[in-house]
């Protein structure tokens, strides 16, 4: 029997197989190269991502996930079913696979009936939709138990901020904020202090490459673009110094959510989170010093697995090997 978990990320989708020993068998980029009026598919993924600011005016990269929600259902259903099929799972095979599907906290009916069609016209019948949360938690290492833990989780386009246990969520918020806005502020930044425009694609390495929030935040990158005076082919070198407050201040927006998330605790779940501190999960928190700038601002101990931009998909591993959790932290009708 295949088991799967899916996590559907507005940046990257990543899938674990439970009924073997092979772990996270794909990573790829949720998006996909379309050219002309008809939408002809011309690439998906890592290919269509790298296309992005080269390709012609007839064609476009799409993101058919975005803001954890389904925008595109057919594009969307093109890419799962391409994802599916690189990883071996043969069309004949879905109907009998068992799966796990990531979606945001507090997803409201009409975008988890979304999701639900999205599975059905990617021929998946078994499935269970699972709010991220509790994936991430699990996949940082969250003890889940009686005693309440609160865990945040920021990807490209989503943070989820919430309270979890066994018994389900305490309390919890899914915000349109992340790495993607960050690569967006840094493309303003570099705009209006290098002269130069570049693309999201090089927004991104760049922020990979020297983005920091550490306090002496040292060295810089090459970026290549064109000039903002002159349009043309320009280069210069960008600061990590620079990069400093695109990154600072999203992440201030994600504390204000995820305050308001501790504010509204019960005290007694308060003070057991307070002892027990923050777990940290999403691709964000692989920039050099965004955990411990969380970890100062909420004032809490803080915990980064390994591997953070993965631990929703590690998470739903694990629920997909223990029924008995899956039952219970699954989204219900």
């Not at 002496?216 to 349009?231: F, I, K, L």
């Not at 995820?258 to 923050?278: K, M, Q």
Request: charged fraction near 20%.
């Amino acid at each position: 029997m295949i088991k799967l978990a899916i996590d559907l990320g507005s940046s990257m989708t990543k899938i674990y197989r439970a009924d073997t020993n092979n772990g996270i068998v794909l990573a790829e980029p949720s998006c996909v190269a379309i050219a002309g009026e008809e939408r002809e598919v011309k690439a998906i993924g890592k290919i269509a991502k790298n296309l992005i600011g080269k390709t012609a005016e007839a064609t476009g990269i799409v993101y058919p996930i975005y803001e954890g929600e389904v925008v595109d259902m057919p594009l969307a259903t093109t890419m799962l079913k391409e994802f599916l099929s690189r990883i071996g799972v043969k069309a004949s095979a879905l109907k009998r696979a068992q799966v796990l599907i990531g979606v945001p906290c507090g997803i409201t009916d009409e975008s988890l009936a979304e999701y639900k069609t999205l599975a059905e016209e990617c021929g998946l019948r078994k499935v269970w939709f699972v709010e991220q949360p509790y994936l991430a938690a699990l996949g940082a290492g969250a003890p889940i138990g009686e005693t309440p833990v609160f865990c945040l989780d920021v990807g490209g386009g989503v943070a989820n901020a919430a309270v979890v246990s066994a018994d389900g969520l305490i309390a919890g918020i899914s915000i349109n904020v992340g790495g993607n806005n960050m690569d967006a502020n840094i493309i303003s930044k570099v705009a209006e202090n290098n002269k130069l425009l570049i693309g999201a694609l090089t927004a991104e390495r760049i922020k990979n490459d020297i983005g920091s929030l550490e306090r002496s935040v040292r060295g810089s990158v090459v970026a290549e673009g064109s000039s903002t005076e002159t349009y043309q082919p320009h280069s210069s070198p960008v600061q990590a110094s620079d990069l400093t407050e695109c990154i600072r201040v999203y992440v201030e927006k994600i504390l204000e959510y995820a305050a308001s998330v501790l504010w509204n605790l019960p005290a007694e779940v308060a003070a057991t989170v307070n002892r027990s501190g923050v777990y940290l999960s999403g691709g964000v928190m692989k920039i050099p010093g965004v955990a411990k700038y969380i970890g100062n601002r909420l004032n809490m101990r803080y915990q980064v697995c390994d591997e953070p931009q993965f631990a929703a998909v590690l998470g739903g591993g694990m629920l997909m090997r223990n029924q008995e959790l899956l039952l219970r932290f699954s989204r219900k009708e």
